[in-house]
């Protein structure tokens, strides 16, 4: 059994910061992509950024220079670092990642965390 567990969320005034980590843990062989989406009340879920097994990024036009995608391999997780957050930036935070599943045989499946409570207030 493998699962993402997300970390980080919480209230923060506009212009703050926040970090969220996102952790796999169980039978894993490998991760490919990973990668963080938001979903605001009444809202699709959008995606906010990726980062690649090779550590490529991609992001959202509206976090582009505020926010930072990593990930530490050693310790299968992703992070996002959030920076000059906005009014808008509040949402429901939610990483994923494409997981081998190290077993007999293995496969892959695209694995998605709870979520984490991001509120920014005026």
């Known amino acids: 059994q493998v699962q993402l567990v997300e970390s980080g969320g919480g209230l923060v005034q506009a212009g703050g910061s926040l970090r969220l980590s996102c952790a796999a843990s169980?039978?894993?062989?490998?991760?490919?992509?990973m990668g963080w989406y938001r979903q605001a009340p009444g809202k699709q879920r959008e995606l906010v950024a990726v980062?690649?097994?090779?550590?490529?990024?991609s992001y959202a036009d509206s976090v582009k220079g505020r926010f930072t995608i990593s990930r530490d391999n050693a310790k299968n997780t992703v992070y996002l670092q959030m920076n000059s957050l906005k009014l808008e930036d509040t949402a429901v935070y939610y990483c994923?990642?494409?997981?081998?599943?190290?077993?007999?045989?293995?496969?892959?499946?695209?694995?998605w965390g709870q979520g984490t409570q991001v509120t920014v207030s005026s």
């Open positions: 994923n990642a494409e997981v081998t599943i190290a077993t007999l045989i293995p496969y892959t499946r695209l694995l």
């Open positions: 169980g039978s894993i062989g490998s991760i490919n992509a």
């Open positions: 980062i690649t097994s090779g550590s490529s990024t």
